[in-house]
């Protein structure tokens, strides 16, 4: 299994982008589906986990503007980033829990990264 995401790039300030992230391969199911990100000197820190029932979990400082959605058929998620702030600014990894086989185990599954940088 692979995830590619795409999307991100130069904002300013109270802008907004998109960010997509496909799953590729042996797929039974997915679980959830989320994004992390990652600012210069900090850990790794959820932005937002989807379950496969549809309940989210936004952090606290990306609520209201954020909005994550996704397309089953495509085994793809989305985020929708608006009212973008310069504390925005970091490297977006999708992240997706996916059964391989029916019954199986899930494991978890991370795409390479893309740059948003949010300027002031």
């Known amino acids: 299994v692979q995830l590619q995401a795409s999307g991100g790039g130069l904002v300013q300030f109270g802008g907004s982008l998109s960010l997509s992230c496909a799953a590729s391969?042996?797929?039974?199911?997915?679980?959830?589906m989320g994004w992390y990100r990652q600012a210069p000197g900090k850990q790794r820190e959820s932005v937002v986990l989807?379950?496969?029932?549809?309940?989210?979990t936004y952090a606290d400082s990306v609520k209201g503007r954020f909005t994550i959605s996704r397309d089953n058929a495509k085994n793809t998620e989305y985020l929708q980033m608006n009212s973008l702030k310069p504390e925005d600014t970091a490297v977006y990894y999708c992240?997706?829990?996916?059964?391989?086989?029916?019954?199986?185990?899930?494991?978890?599954?991370w795409g390479q990264g893309t740059q948003v940088t949010v300027s002031s």
């Open positions: 992240y997706m829990n996916i059964r391989t086989t029916t019954g199986g185990p899930s494991f978890n599954f």
């Open positions: 989807m379950t496969s029932s549809g309940t989210t």
């Open positions: 391969g042996r797929i039974s199911s997915i679980n959830i």
